[in-house]
């Protein structure tokens, strides 16, 4: 199935129509007949829109979207309300509880899907970005999840493009003084005007002269800053096929001529915030992925990520029969530097050790601190002669300068390593880390400082 939809109606005859409008489109389709019974089925169930009747008795419309929107687990679900109201403070009223969009009964089929196909393409969208926030850190999740909560709307940065300077000074000043806005009248400097800039959203008229307003929005969403510019289409009754052609193509909203100041500012809040929204979602997979890979101290891979990456190195080098080294390499004596100079001073060693390690290696080498002083690193492409050197290289790059960390004078650190190689395609990721291992403690049985290859 494309999507699940959720149809809200207490009438069975409207839950029939739609169902069976939906259907044939191959939606799976859920249905309540009031909005307590609507918001358990959103709170028990996997929902990619629902379409929620307004008048309602004991629960209207207006009630179940508040609810969805102030509940953490629903509240990035779109809802679009279908209703037989057709006054602009109900359009605002639904807007400012959260609707994503409104249709009018009776509902116009072409429009329905118009705008369900658009509404589903932004679920999808959220749902990558959450899920991928998932799988980091519960905290970072968390935060991800109350994002909403946090965002403010005032000040979004906004762009008009209308070559009816008139009519966009009108719209520039219902925005103004809560928001920053241009004024771009020449269509064709459109993809010019947003380069570089920081726009939260885009106003395009369908009356541009000379202009096609649908490539106008094209343009703009060919940059890749603002492949996800939310944009505005401001319309007359006359342009509905092409408006439905514009949802379809993925513009976000319509609001319709004349414009209203209030619908107009809650339209516009309602684009910012889901903006908003999005951009921290991005900031916090990304803090969340580098959290989930990294160790804090030392900037290098974790352990965890080592783990993973050693078993998918290990089979596309039995795959293709090359060679692959593994070296383990641990601190000398770094129990006496933290019980002689303090917690402090064994950190600053840990991490002059990983800025060194970094610079030491080649760049195909993968570097991961293992836990505590103990460092591995994974060497593609690499066989006896070329380990060798690099692990060499990489002992006397710890033992022949000091570390300078704070003391007096220079702490003189030294390392052991233990290096092995990719020897058959019965190796394991468990058979390489335990032989490096091996030949990691013989070296530091024969005296630490040295290098020393696992004797199998």
């Not at 009747?53 to 679900?77: A, Y």
């Not at 679009?80 to 602009?88: C, Y």
């Not at 060919?222 to 092409?242: G, Y």
């Not at 019965?426 to 290098?451: C, F, H, M, Q, W």
């Amino acid at each position: 199935m494309t999507a699940r939809v959720l149809i809200v109606d207490d009438l069975p005859t409207n839950v029939r129509l739609l169902e069976a409008r939906l259907s044939a489109e191959y939606y799976d389709v859920v249905t309540a007949s009031s909005g307590p019974q609507a918001l358990a089925i959103c709170d028990s169930q996997d929902i990619d829109l629902v379409l929620l009747d307004v008048m309602m008795p004991d629960m209207d419309g207006f009630e179940v979207c508040q609810r969805l929107k102030s509940n953490p687990r629903t509240q990035h679900v779109p809802v679009l309300m279908i209703t037989a109201l057709d006054q602009t403070s109900d359009r605002v009223r639904g807007l400012e509880v959260g609707a994503d969009d409104f249709l009018t009964k009776p509902v116009d089929d072409v429009q329905l899907m118009a705008r369900v196909k658009s509404l589903v393409r932004l679920k999808s969208l959220t749902d990558e970005l959450r899920a991928r926030a998932m799988t980091g850190q519960q905290i970072a999740v968390e935060d991800a999840l109350r994002a909403m909560d946090r965002i403010n709307t005032d000040g979004g940065v906004i762009l008009i493009v209308d070559t009816d300077l008139r009519h966009a000074e009108r719209i520039k000043s219902y925005l103004t003084p809560e928001h920053d806005v241009d004024i771009l009248t020449n269509p064709a400097d459109a993809v010019f005007q947003v380069t570089g800039a920081q726009y939260e959203l885009a106003l395009v008229a369908m009356s541009l002269t000379e202009f096609d307003p649908l490539r106008v929005c094209s343009q703009i969403r060919t940059l890749e800053h603002t492949r996800n510019l939310p944009i505005i289409l401001v319309a007359d009754a006359a342009d509905k096929p092409k408006v439905v052609r514009a949802l379809d193509l993925g513009v976000n909203d319509v609001i319709s001529r004349p414009v209203e100041r209030h619908e107009l500012a809650a339209r516009v809040r309602t684009q910012i915030r889901r903006q908003r929204y999005a951009l921290e979602l991005r900031q916090s997979v990304n803090n969340t992925m580098a959290l989930a890979i990294t160790d804090d101290m030392t900037g290098l891979y974790n352990r965890r990520y080592f783990d993973r990456h050693l078993g998918v190195m290990l089979s596309k080098a039995q795959e293709l029969k090359r060679d692959m080294a593994l070296m383990i390499l641990d601190i000398d004596h770094f129990k006496a530097v933290n019980d002689g100079h303090g917690h402090d001073i064994g950190d600053a060693v840990i991490r002059e050790f990983a800025v060194r390690l970094k610079r030491t290696i080649r760049g195909v080498d993968l570097a991961c601190r293992f836990g505590g002083e103990e460092f591995v690193v994974l060497m593609p492409d690499t066989d006896f002669r070329q380990a060798e050197a690099v692990a060499e290289r990489v002992r006397q790059s710890i033992a022949d300068r000091g570390f300078e960390v704070g003391g007096p004078r220079p702490l003189m650190v030294t390392v052991s390593a233990g290096v092995t190689l990719n020897e058959s395609v019965t190796d394991t990721p468990e058979s390489l880390i335990k032989r490096a291992d091996v030949a990691l403690y013989r070296a530091k049985r024969e005296g630490r400082n040295r290098v020393v290859f696992d004797a199998a």
